[in-house]
């Protein structure tokens, strides 16, 4: 089935853009809800060191980040050739069957091929974002994007809570839940979503586009979808600080409890989902996608600037409504990218920012954490421990300047 005319298939429309809503929604959880449990899975396999544990945590997310980097442009590829229905599809029963391998893992190593698993299976974000520009008006594509990251949202700030809740009861639970979860929206999707993508609008596979490299090369296919890509990947990197290191800079500078951590990254969450579902369609229709990408590098250079800067934890707090506006440059972005390329390239597209991305996720942690731990150690007399957050604003303000050139480019 294909989206053929807008009379007789908007119903259809709305419910699978419905399904792939619910599809990043479950997908979200299901990853969030086993991060507090895998840590503590990966040291019990290690006999309780916890140095072990966490250099191995470390392989594991760098191995899960190189998988997306390889497999996001091959699966988004493959959504151009085959359609993006299955793709999604056999993601979701993929992920189903992944995490019921990890719930049963007897050893580290099926653990560690799990993960691995995971990182190939959840690289199916690009065919659910190229469905998103297969069936949303160009206009619109900013505000459907931003729904999409409202999904990524919901799902990280119900995940972690309902994993830490089932992990009390069995570190293992998790894994089955997030199955249950993945395969019943595989069933759901089955008889719910149709074909985007017509058999006219399909590309020959071809492992030239499907590589990572293949498929960064469509990257310089147009000056501003080169400047573009440029400054999806310096905003990703400057993401990577958060994750890296927000617990131990809480807990460093401000003595930030579990409780007190818990609830920020909840906040976070919440106006993040906020921004992306309810004020990305507004501000892209009110100010157009190019001033919307720049504002929101803006208010995220400013956040960052906040956090690095924020003697207080009240402070801090009060950096992270602002720090959320950042969510409106990566839809913006998006859109004006999924105007630079056919509809038969457009799974390719989604593939590459996401290798743009898996590069940003395997080399952003270290460069993160190494800054911090000199700042507070062979530079402590500095008083920078805020130095992540501050290197990060650096990198939103080269990415603004990015996109002012683009945008003087255009005028002449």
Not at 31 to 40: E, N, Y
Not at 356 to 377: D, E, H, K, V
Request: aromatic share 12%; charged share 10%.
């Amino acid at each position: 089935m294909t989206f053929a005319s807008e009379s007789s298939t908007k119903p259809a429309r709305r419910a699978a853009l419905a399904f792939i809503f619910i599809t990043i929604v479950l997908d979200m959880l299901a990853v969030g809800m086993i991060v507090p449990v895998l840590p503590k899975l990966v040291e019990s396999f290690l006999g309780g060191n916890t140095a072990k544990a966490a250099r191995m945590y470390g392989v594991f997310g760098t191995v899960w980040a190189l998988m997306q980097f390889v497999f996001a442009p091959v699966l988004g590829t493959m959504s151009d050739r085959f359609g993006r229905r299955p793709i999604v599809l056999l993601s979701n029963f993929g992920l189903g069957l992944d995490y019921i391998l990890m719930a049963l893992a007897p050893t580290l190593s099926w653990l560690f091929v799990g993960r691995v698993i995971s990182g190939i299976t959840a690289a199916s974000v690009p065919a659910a974002s190229a469905y998103i520009a297969d069936v949303t008006p160009e206009e619109k594509r900013a505000k459907a994007f931003g729904m999409l990251g409202a999904a990524f949202g919901l799902g990280f700030i119900v995940g972690p809570a309902v994993g830490g809740l089932l992990g009390h009861i069995s570190p293992r639970l998790p894994f089955w839940v997030a199955a249950a979860l993945s395969l019943i929206n595989a069933m759901y999707g089955l008889f719910v979503l149709p074909e985007s993508l017509g058999r006219e609008k399909r590309a020959p596979f071809s492992w030239a586009r499907a590589n990572p490299v293949g498929s960064l090369k469509l990257l310089r296919s147009h000056h501003e979808l080169f400047g573009l890509a440029g400054v999806t990947f310096l905003s990703a990197l400057a993401h990577d600080s958060l994750p890296s290191t927000f617990v131990l800079y809480a807990d460093y500078r401000y003595g930030w409890t579990s409780r007190t951590i818990g609830l920020a990254l909840a906040t976070v969450g919440i106006c993040y989902g906020v921004v992306q579902g309810a004020l990305v369609g507004r501000i892209v229709g009110h100010f157009g996608e190019r001033m919307a990408l720049f504002v929101g590098l803006l208010f995220g250079a400013i956040g960052f600037a906040i956090y690095g800067f924020a003697t207080d934890g009240w402070i801090f707090w009060l950096g992270i409504p602002l720090m959320s506006i950042w969510g409106i440059s990566g839809p913006a972005a998006q859109g004006i990218m999924c105007r630079r390329v056919s509809p038969s390239e457009q799974g390719q597209l989604q593939g590459a920012i996401s290798s743009l991305r898996g590069i940003s996720g395997m080399f952003g942690p270290g460069l993160f954490t190494m800054t911090f731990a000199t700042f507070i150690g062979s530079l402590r007399g500095w008083h920078l421990s805020g130095s992540p957050f501050l290197l990060s604003s650096i990198l939103l303000v080269a990415a603004m300047v990015t996109v002012a050139s683009l945008r003087r480019e255009d005028q002449r």
